[in-house]
């Protein structure tokens, strides 16, 4: 009989072909995704004379540079090239690219699943951290770096050693107004910005198993937050549903044959991790950050914490990132003004982010202004279908184009120096939204909140006697 | 990439946590050619406020836990390796910045955390890092860091993964046949330019 074993290395055995001496394996890649970023690994490729080893499962996604207002013309022009460069690349080795003005284009995290592209069972990769996400499916998905990108487009397969294991369960029910990203933002604070360093997360637990698609997709995306590489979750019926009928999905015979090996894919009892963690459900609030680190969180029921009273490294951190974020150590975080609010990115831009964040701005204006950009082009006309545009601009924000945006701040859109944003996104980096601008990461629930009120608000009471999705 | 064995220069500081990489690389610079060189961009926001420390000249670099957390660009890396930073040390270093770093000739260096504070607070003026004995050196004598085995062969050999690869080819192909004939699921059932795959299949909602 064989060892109980769990699903992360269940996937990586079915993907290793072959492993070294000295433990390194060779992983077999069955997607690999591209964007503008990926420039530097095509011009590697071209340095040697290489082609693309496998461009069928090679796709390209026009996300980090995208404008989100106009088109390209009026773009700057270095935006302009980069995007123009990750059609000229994809297109002369045959990739498949989802460029500017495919009505299906979006951000590469949020594109990928709704395309079909991401599968239960399947290890991929992309040149980007938030790859972590896919693994909501039962997937092994992980980020790498350039010279790691060359070497799939090269070989379709990649060089890792096995990570450890860990498993974070959490059981119970979550409170209303509280969803996954109070739940990542709570782990991470809790264990900190390298908390699951050098692990592979497996997120378990009746809490877990009651999120949606969108949901697990939050969560995995924010394991690479809390310095995990990889987070995932076990396919179930919910995972099997979304998939079926997608594009680029199986179909008929070959989906049910599909079905039949995904099901297999789960952790045995009795399997061990190398680390274990448990949460309440039940205890999580929504969460908010402070600082300048996803681990900078607390509820918002907090009050901003004081580096005196911090051990010496951490105070450290602390004074730097309360200078940064200007905040007065004992305030409460409730009640902060804010200048604007930015709903989007591959952590918080799908439909149903979409529609938490409108069911509590209906009827309600916004004090500060603020941009919602959709996670791609088919969220975006599904979100027009169901009037949720028009909760957003009578409310006063900009309903925008899809792309990474003002989660990075590369295709123009950011934050003012100095100005405090509500963000959905999932980092709160010095600058990272713009030169100087202050980030507060929360859910989109909250920074509707946040734009209601001017200030940072607890959502809770706001959603009383309203329907959400 | 050339191998290196053994380096020694002058030394500079970064006494914080989590320096990520939008730190040390703001993403605006990024659309920039590698040819153009990375290491004027390195710490570009971060080092022009007045109490920022000076790093002018570094070739080791020593900082607080969890260095080059976040964004998986290689080109903090690059910005690094550009401006003339053989070395860093730290208690820890993101996953995957720390992977970017061999490839590029880069030693990330994992040292405890008492060490690191020593250094933090009392900075030696030069150091000499010893990458095959895994050893340190400065004013005040010698200590050890850690480094994976295979990162430290291919650091000190500068052996490129693409042609590592390519003696398995045959292995690869065999395992690809396999994997389509057991999994022919996992190969995308559409593909090419059809422009309507939006409209016909399924959209948004969950
Ligand atoms: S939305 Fe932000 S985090 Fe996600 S892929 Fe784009 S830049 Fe990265």
């Not at chain 1, 709903?343 to 439909?351: D, F, V």
């Not at chain 2, 080109?75 to 061999?102: H, K, M, Q, T």
Request: charged letters at 20%; aromatic letters at 6%; proline letters at 6%.
């Amino acid at each position: 009989m064989t060892p109980p074993r769990t699903l992360f290395a269940k996937l990586w055995k079915a993907h290793e072909v072959l492993r070294r001496d000295d433990g390194a394996s060779l992983l077999w890649v069955d997607r690999h995704l591209v964007h503008e970023g990926s420039h530097h690994a095509f011009a590697k490729l071209d340095e040697r004379g290489l082609t693309v080893a496998h461009p069928e499962l090679t796709f390209g996604v026009a996300d980090h540079y995208a404008p989100t207002r106009g088109g390209l013309i009026d773009a700057d022009p270095k935006i302009a090239r980069m995007i123009e460069t990750l059609a000229a690349n994809t297109g002369r080795h045959g990739v498949h690219c989802f460029g500017l003005g495919d009505p299906r284009r979006g951000i590469v995290h949020v594109v990928g699943p709704e395309q079909g592209l991401t599968l239960p069972g399947l290890l991929i990769v992309c040149g980007d951290s938030h790859t972590s996400t896919h693994g909501a499916f039962g997937t092994i998905a992980f980020g790498i770096g350039a010279t790691e990108v060359a070497h799939v487009l090269a070989t379709q397969t990649v060089w890792q050693k096995r990570p450890k294991s860990m498993r974070i369960t959490v059981e119970g029910r979550l409170g209303p107004g509280v969803g996954a990203k109070d739940l990542a933002l709570g782990w991470i604070a809790r264990l900190g910005a390298d908390g699951a360093r050098g692990y592979a997360i497996e997120y378990a637990g009746s809490a877990v198993r009651s999120l949606s698609m969108e949901g697990r997709l939050t969560l995995c995306n924010l394991s690479i937050e809390g310095g995990g590489r990889f987070g995932m979750v076990a396919p179930d019926a919910a995972t099997f549903d979304y998939v079926a009928g997608r594009p680029f999905a199986p179909e008929g015979a070959s989906l049910e044959r599909a079905v039949a090996q995904w099901t297999a894919l789960s952790t045995d009892a009795g399997a061990a991790f190398d680390r274990e963690e448990t949460i309440d459900a039940a205890s999580i609030a929504p969460i908010v950050t402070w600082g300048t680190s996803p681990e900078d969180a607390m509820p918002i029921t907090g009050t901003v914490p004081d580096p005196a009273r911090a051990g010496c490294g951490r105070a450290e951190h602390i004074r730097a990132a309360l200078d940064y974020m200007q905040l007065s150590p004992g305030r409460p975080l409730e009640g902060t003004p804010i200048d604007e609010v930015f709903i989007g990115s591959c952590t918080n831009a799908r439909i149903e982010d979409l529609r938490l964040a409108a069911a509590v701005l209906a009827g309600r204006r916004a004090k500060v202004p603020g941009l919602v950009s959709p996670g791609s082009g088919l969220v975006k006309a599904q979100a027009e279908a169901e009037g949720l545009d028009r909760i957003f601009t009578a409310a006063g924000l900009d309903w925008v184009g899809s792309g990474c945006s003002m989660c990075v701040a590369m295709n123009g859109d950011r934050v003012a120096p100095g100005k405090r944003c509500a963000s959905t996104t999932n980092r709160n980096f010095r600058g990272r939204q713009g030169p100087g601008a202050r980030t507060h990461l929360m859910s989109p629930a909250m920074v509707a909140a946040a734009a209601v009120t001017g200030a940072i608000a607890d959502v809770r009471p706001m959603l009383e006697g309203r329907a959400v999705a | 990439m050339t191998g290196w064995t053994r380096a020694e220069g002058p030394v500079a500081v970064l006494p914080q946590e989590n320096i990520d990489t939008d730190q040390l690389i703001p993403a605006r610079f990024m659309s920039t050619p590698r040819s153009e060189g990375y290491g004027q961009f390195l710490l570009h926001d971060f080092l022009r406020n007045e109490t920022a420390p000076k790093i002018e000249g570094a070739e080791v670099l020593i900082a607080g836990r969890n260095f080059g957390c976040g964004s998986s660009r290689e080109a903090a890396v690059y910005a690094l390796v550009d401006f003339g930073i053989r070395a860093v040390l730290a208690p820890s270093f993101g996953d995957i910045f720390a992977s970017n770093a061999v490839n590029n000739g880069l030693l990330p260096a994992q040292i405890g955390d008492d060490l690191a504070a020593r250094l933090l607070a009392q900075p030696p003026a030069r150091m000499a890092v010893d990458i095959a004995a895994g050893i340190l050196a400065f004013d005040d004598g010698e200590h050890p860091f850690a480094l994976d085995e295979t990162w430290r062969m291919k650091l000190i050999k500068g052996w490129d993964d693409i042609d590592m690869t390519a003696q398995h080819g045959a292995a690869i192909g065999a395992f690809a046949a396999q994997r389509r004939r057991a999994h022919a699921w996992a190969w995308p059932a559409a593909t090419g330019t059809d422009t309507d795959l939006g409209t016909t299949g399924r959209g948004a909602s969950g």
